[in-house]
């Protein structure tokens, strides 16, 4: 525990003194108080994947206590689309663990993330982060462990064109300065991040970058640390929040859009899943894949297809899902593999002591690496519902477990071969697709709807809503329709650019 407190850059953990996930009422008073905090904030997910604010200013600490105590109403119908005028208050009420201190705010100002809860004073059953609560839930009850996540958040960064130091048109992959030109950019938003409670692993410019119009756009990433799948979904929530806010301040735009133009890099949500049990990571047994893990690799071969419904959510993303491109559209995973859409990443699983090789002074450290295998999934992309992907992907892995012919689903699926490659068409013609477009999306979630409402995870109004919402986008012929089409294709990008 003192190590996880100790240089901890939340802000409330180093005056507090304990972890965000011990954080009481009586915590978050004695902090405001002790910190001159002059406004809160309660912060929302709503329908359209961003963060709602509602501003309190503090007049007492009768009524700081009574807002903390009771949340505050909101007018659902605006938040979601389900929720009919008629009957829209709902309540909103703050979570202590969420708590952090507003880097852009001029008064001093705490936020928190809330929960949704209807006039019964029950969790609303259709909100997106009770969705992924109750997906966490039935997960633990059905195999006996806890599912954990984390996201790969890529965006591009634009700006007017410089000639000083031009960068290789898509080999931006870790680029350092002066090069990369919003490497400070993004040190900046890993720091707000970090005080706002995001456990970040790290950050680092990615391959695409280029020149169009007058403008650079720049892809760059931040990856976070595995924690509770609930944790990961809120951190990268923050995060999208944060990186927005501080790129106005510096008068940049931001785009987590799919696909921003043909030819070059869109920007995926790589999701990196690990199942753990009393503290011990599971995915691995005696230096191999585990078949916990291959288990939760057939659930997700199984479910792929409806998953787009959640990951997926706008045309643009079946411009970044095209086949023989880096984005996958192949039903199948493999080791250290690109190619396919489940990939199982180096688990530092060699046995020899790197850190003592590379550095002769050191000595043995027997550190257990165990802990760091994750499986990746890297179909989805910014324009998800984060809350509503991670809930699905929990699902997913949870029915591997229920499946009894799991282990030879997995075998079936695995690969270790590119498979876009010509001698092995024959292997690729085996496998299932992704589908090409919302509609189709729209088609498999609703075939596959009845293992996401299992357990009461995902309620049927979220379910149709989701597939009303991609079936309106009547997009079947879309990418064929587009193929020659700049000024079509540049119309659909700007529509959809602030996704997410």
Request: proline share 4%; aromatic share 12%; charged share 25%.
């Given at each position: 525990?003192?190590?996880e407190l100790e240089m901890n850059a939340n802000l409330l953990v180093s005056s507090l003194k304990k972890p965000a996930s011990e954080f009481t009422k009586a915590d978050i008073i004695s902090f405001i108080k002790e910190n001159d905090i002059r406004m809160?904030?309660?912060?929302?997910?709503?329908?359209?994947?961003?963060?709602?604010?509602?501003?309190?200013?503090?007049?007492?600490?009768?009524?700081?206590?009574?807002?903390?105590?009771?949340?505050?109403?909101?007018?659902?119908?605006?938040?979601?689309?389900?929720?009919?005028a008629g009957s829209s208050d709902l309540y909103v009420i703050p979570r202590f663990r969420t708590a952090f201190v507003?880097?852009?705010?001029?008064?001093?100002?705490l936020s928190m993330l809330c929960s949704f809860f209807n006039k019964d004073g029950e969790p609303l059953e259709s909100s997106?982060?009770?969705?992924?609560?109750?997906?966490?839930?039935?997960?633990?009850?059905?195999?006996?462990?806890?599912?954990e996540a984390m996201g790969e958040l890529e965006y591009y960064v634009i700006a007017d064109e410089e000639n000083l130091y031009s960068a290789t048109d898509q080999r931006g992959y870790h680029e350092s300065g002066p090069y990369a030109k919003f490497n400070q950019f993004r040190t900046q938003c890993m720091q707000y991040i970090a005080q706002a409670g995001g456990?970040?692993?790290?950050?680092h410019s990615e391959v695409g970058n280029f020149a169009l119009n007058g403008k650079i756009y720049e892809q760059n990433e931040i990856e976070f640390l595995p924690t509770k799948v609930e944790d990961a979904a809120d951190q990268l929530m923050i995060a999208k929040w944060v990186i927005r806010n501080l790129a106005y301040e510096y008068g940049l735009n931001i785009t987590f859009a799919p696909k921003i133009t043909t030819g070059k890099a869109g920007s995926g949500l790589h999701v990196h899943m690990r199942i753990m049990k009393d503290g011990k990571n599971q995915m691995l047994q005696d230096g191999v894949l585990s078949e916990t893990a291959r288990k939760a690799i057939a659930g997700m071969m199984v479910l792929a297809p409806s998953i787009t419904a959640f990951g997926n959510t706008n045309p643009t993303s079946y411009f970044r899902l095209v086949p023989h491109q880096e984005a996958p559209t192949n039903i199948c995973w493999?080791?250290?593999?690109r190619s396919v859409l489940v990939r199982v990443p180096l688990g530092w699983a060699a046995k020899s002591d790197m850190c003592a090789l590379a550095n002769p002074l050191e000595k043995e450290s027997n550190y257990d690496t165990t802990q760091k295998q994750t499986v990746e999934m890297r179909s989805p992309d910014g324009s998800a519902d984060l809350y509503q992907l991670l809930a699905g992907l929990a699902v997913a892995c949870r029915y591997g477990f229920e499946l009894s012919n799991a282990l030879e689903i997995a075998e079936n699926t695995y690969v270790n071969v590119n498979i876009h490659q010509e001698e092995n068409k024959d292997r690729l013609a085996a496998l299932d697709q992704l589908p090409d477009n919302c509609v189709a999306s729209a088609?498999?979630?609703?075939?596959?709807?009845?293992v996401f409402e299992a357990y009461r995870v995902f309620s049927p109004s979220m379910i149709d809503g989701i597939i009303k919402k991609l079936k309106g986008y009547n997009d079947t012929s879309l990418r064929e329709d587009l193929k020659n089409d700049q000024e079509g294709m540049l119309a659909l990008v700007n529509q959809y650019f602030h996704c997410g």
């Open positions: 525990m003192e190590n809160v904030n309660f912060m929302y997910p709503a329908g359209d994947g961003r963060l709602k604010t509602l501003n309190f200013v503090i007049n007492n600490i009768a009524y700081l206590d009574a807002i903390l105590t009771c949340g505050e109403r909101v007018d659902g119908s605006s938040l979601f689309s389900f929720i009919e507003d880097p852009f705010a001029e008064l001093p100002t997106p982060e009770y969705t992924l609560h109750k997906a966490s839930v039935a997960f633990t009850e059905v195999t006996g462990m806890e599912f456990q970040i692993k790290y950050g493999g080791d250290r593999n088609e498999r979630l609703e075939q596959q709807r009845a």
